[in-house]
């Protein structure tokens, strides 16, 4: 079982309550679609402009998590009933990914529930444990 850590976006926090993300979690759906089982070990709320998010993946590592998702709420937007890539909550999430896996040493996920209609997960940093192959 592969051991996930959540960070969502502040913007959304109020709005939010993460229930489509954790269901897709737990059946291994949508942006976790390539596991074969997974566990939540934590979640932050990563605050403008991330400062200190690498520390946030850090400890979610020292509890076990062997891969990191960012919600999709910060990469994409909700149209006319359907999730869209683009305009997202995180102007600057790919460097935010990058940077995790570079300090944290820790496979980043981009996408938990609500996926764009064609999008596939971008991973930064190897592979996640645990994680089926294509």
């Not at 959540?6 to 942006?31: A, F, V, W």
Request: glycine share 10%; proline share 4%.
């Amino acid at each position: 079982m592969t051991q996930i850590g959540l960070i969502r976006c502040e913007k959304n926090e109020n709005r939010c309550p993460l229930t489509s993300c954790l269901r897709s979690l737990k059946t291994t759906t949508q942006g976790f679609a390539g596991y074969e089982a997974a566990e939540l070990v934590g979640v932050f709320t990563c605050r403008c402009p991330g400062s200190g998010v690498a520390d946030m993946a850090k400890i979610l590592k020292r509890k076990g998590a062997e891969a990191i998702h960012f919600c999709t709420c910060t990469f994409a937007h909700k149209e006319e009933g359907a999730w869209v890539e683009g305009r997202g909550f995180c102007k600057h999430l790919e460097n935010l990914l990058q940077q995790i896996a570079g300090e944290a040493d820790i496979p980043c996920v981009q996408g938990t529930a609500h996926l764009p209609a064609s999008y596939t997960p971008i991973t930064y940093g190897a592979a996640p444990a645990g994680q089926r192959s294509a």
